[in-house]
């Protein structure tokens, strides 16, 4: 395990199976895809960053690596992808084995280039799109929120605002003489050619016929979209002003919502001004869409927003609609390069379900909260705009390219990318996320985007002794281009090399490559996509078979007889993984809206592996005046009445005090100075709570509860339920939970009857 953390702390990569399956049968009977989690951009304490363009081999496009075979006499290099000899340049005559380019050292199997060449710039541009269809309270939350942050953009951006209920307004902030709007019809889609004749930035000349940007003059943008410096007070004098949505709404009937319009009016709006260049879509959402293109549901109350069970018998009448709005709008804004951000702040369903398309595919941010006065959604939105260590490092207009053995091919991506339908023979023909294509657009990443590539083995059958011994390697090489947070243009090249094996006695070095968090993540993402895509798909029923084949092939056991049957230590905690993979919300819909289950995947979708693992299996902590604080089983049997529970579940972190802990809190005894050791023991969890809750985002959400507390069902949720109603013995001081849901060891007695048959 720790040697995986190692490779991932050099490349930022996790690959399933670090000895990969040499041929395409192996692979199938190892059930788990061999895949690579990658974090295209995360940051490395001695990163080196090269002032010159790389050296790309000119068959297959690789670039020079230190797995290239090297002839310093003949000054040539030899892909290790396609085996092809390239001659080195004039600039790298003096090369010598004394004498290596940095891009030849081992330990820099991944380094950046930013080439002077390309040193201009790039403006980055914030386009905020609110939702004013939202009660006074709300509409003071949000106002406020934004007027903090206003402060904080970058100095080198520019701003611009929409704001949205029945009609459209985009607002004209450069006309400094008055309030000056220019307004839309919420129910019509406005096409980029309306919507530039409409504002008139063609009167005085001709309308140009390639790339919009080009016709418009610097003055034209200016009145929308202003410098950061010069912004502040032209929104904070918008943001005063803006009203709640004038139109009078019936008893009956929800308000007027144009989402779909507001959304297309900014995405055509950044399109004809900044084509190409990083920009974001903010749009901040107080509920559902009701009018126009994109709606997902009527305005009459009669009516409720589609549920789960609605999708599933497809009678949901709004959603193939807005789905089918959105993957268009989402073409549109990846082929401009632009993000959309996503803040939805409502007790009700917003469209976060719909909009999952176009936020996925553009890298786009979710954040989902009951208000826009929770600390979720503020904490969330400072974060953005926060710079230095603690920023998100954002940067935009990625494209990520993969390069492979030509034994391997690519399935896919999933991922918050989009794919470019580059055609190579690098694609399999399986498709799996965003697949057939051998690159990616990224219009919108961080320091924590990762992305999971599925590849396939092609090889038919092993190949001879000698041929094996000489080349027993498969080699990986990823390339990421993209506007670093900074405004300049960088490449970053990951090159890998894993050994391969096949045969009959392959078994235990497959075993001891195995890395079980990164199967577990590739699973979780895995299952998801398929939920989505496969209609009639039973998750639990492929979650399980899949186990069982992993368990009967790799673990050690005389046939039918289960009480023999082990699993070695790099296998040992991924039934455990996939136990609870199957209680949790990806998998189980029950009691999620649609929005909630988009939301938990799209989340777990652009995390790395540390972090998909604690949102599959939550980590508990225990505090006590016995012990200092320890890690305690995610079971039942750890709630004490005198112990307090840290529960990390990714998106909530609940502090669980036990009945005698909670008693004692209640009677005040943590403010007397004679009970200062039960004072500290109430604030270390506290402590711990707000230490996970800075290093993340999105925010978490913070629950305290006690025993036998309504909010307990927090924690409850997450436990395995050794001690149910249905099972004998409690403890005094203990807990039960109220459910038919198998617990842990029941399940490991089933499996390992199954697997040794």
């Not at 305690?632 to 009945?659: C, E, K, N, P």
């Amino acid at each position: 395990m720790a040697e995986f953390m190692e490779l991932e702390a050099q490349d930022g990569v996790r690959m399933t199976w670090n000895v990969v399956p040499g041929t395409k049968e192996e692979a199938g009977n190892c059930v788990v895809p061999v895949s690579a989690i990658y974090t295209p951009i995360k940051p490395f304490p001695n990163m080196l960053v090269l002032p010159y363009a790389p050296l790309r081999c000119r068959n297959c496009s690789s670039v020079l690596n230190p797995f290239c075979v090297m002839d310093f006499a003949a000054k040539i290099w030899i892909c290790p992808f396609c085996f092809h000899r390239s001659h080195f340049p004039a600039h790298y005559a003096s090369v010598s084995e004394e004498n290596l380019p940095a891009e030849l050292f081992p330990q820099y199997t991944t380094i950046e280039y930013k080439s002077p060449r390309e040193a201009a710039c790039l403006q980055s541009v914030f386009m905020f799109v609110i939702d004013t269809s939202i009660i006074e309270e709300e509409m003071a939350f949000l106002k406020s929120a934004l007027s903090q942050v206003i402060g904080l953009f970058p100095d080198n951006s520019l701003v611009g605002l929409i704001t949205f209920g029945t009609l459209v307004h985009l607002h004209e902030i450069g006309f400094s003489t008055a309030p000056k709007t220019y307004v839309f019809k919420g129910s019509k889609d406005v096409s980029k050619g309306q919507l530039l004749e409409q504002m008139g930035f063609f009167l005085n000349k001709p309308k140009p016929l390639t790339g919009v940007r080009d016709g418009l003059s610097s003055e034209s943008i200016a009145r929308f979209l202003l410098p950061a410096s010069e912004c502040e007070f032209a929104i904070n004098s918008v943001l005063e002003e803006l009203q709640k949505d004038p139109w009078p709404i019936p008893a009956d009937q929800r308000a007027s919502r144009s989402t779909g319009t507001a959304l297309s009016v900014a995405a055509s709006l950044l399109g004809a001004c900044f084509p190409g260049s990083g920009a974001r879509i903010m749009a901040f959402l107080g509920g559902p869409s009701t009018e126009g293109p994109g709606a997902i549901v009527s305005k009459n109350l009669s009516e409720p927003i589609r549920s789960h069970k609605d999708l599933d018998k497809d009678s949901a009448p709004h959603y193939h609609k807005a789905i089918k709005f959105y993957e268009t709008l989402a073409k549109q804004l990846v082929h401009q390069g632009h993000v959309l951000d996503l803040f939805a702040c409502a007790v009700d369903q917003v469209g976060v379900a719909e909009l999952k398309v176009v936020v996925e595919r553009t890298g786009g941010f979710v954040v989902l909260a009951e208000s826009f006065g929770h600390s979720v959604f503020k904490d969330t939105l400072r974060r953005v705009f926060q710079s230095g260590d603690k920023g998100l490092g954002l940067s935009s207009n990625g494209i990520f390219e993969v390069n492979c053995s030509k034994d391997l091919k690519v399935q896919g991506v999933l991922g918050p990318c989009a794919s470019l339908e580059k055609r190579s023979p690098l694609c399999s023909d399986t498709i799996i996320g965003q697949g057939n294509t051998s690159a990616w657009k990224m219009c919108g990443l961080d320091q924590a985007t990762s992305l999971c590539l599925v590849f396939d083995i092609v090889r038919k059958d092993i190949p001879d002794a000698t041929v094996q011994s000489s080349s027993s390697q498969f080699y990986f090489q990823f390339l990421t281009f993209y506007q670093h947070s900074s405004g300049e243009m960088r490449l970053r090249v990951t090159t890998l090399s894993r050994r391969w094996v096949a045969g009959p006695g392959s078994i235990q070095d497959l075993i001891s490559g195995f890395d079980q968090d990164a199967a577990a993540a590739a699973m979780a993402r895995l299952v998801s996509f398929k939920m989505e895509i496969e209609a009639e798909f039973d998750p639990i029923r492929w979650l399980d078979k899949a186990l069982i084949h992993i368990c009967s092939r790799f673990g050690d056991y005389q046939k039918d007889t289960p009480s023999s049957f082990s699993l070695s230590p790099r296998f040992s905690i991924f039934p455990q993984f996939m136990f609870h993979l199957r209680r949790s919300q990806f998998v189980q819909v029950f009691n999620n809206s649609p929005d909630e289950t988009a939301y938990f995947r799209m989340i777990l979708n652009r995390e790395n592996v540390a972090n998909s693992v604690v949102m599959i299996q939550p980590s508990l902590v225990s505090y006590s005046f016995q012990s200092v604080p320890e890690p305690a089983l995610l079971d039942v049997t750890a709630i004490a009445a005198d112990r307090i529970l840290l529960l990390d579940s990714y998106f909530t972190v609940v502090i669980f005090h036990g009945s005698t802990i909670a008693q004692w809190r209640k009677a005040g005894y943590h403010d007397q100075p004679e009970h200062q050791a039960f004072a500290q023991l109430l604030q270390a969890p506290r402590d711990d709570a707000d230490a996970i809750i800075k290093e993340r985002f999105p925010v978490p959400r913070l629950v305290i509860c006690d025993q036998h507390g309504s909010q307990a069902r927090f924690l409850l949720a997450k436990l395995n339920p050794s001690a149910s109603c249905n099972s004998d013995g409690h403890r005094p001081g203990g807990d039960i939970i109220f459910t038919d849901d198998v617990s842990f060891e029941v399940f490991l007695d089933h499996l390992q009857r199954l697997a040794v048959q």
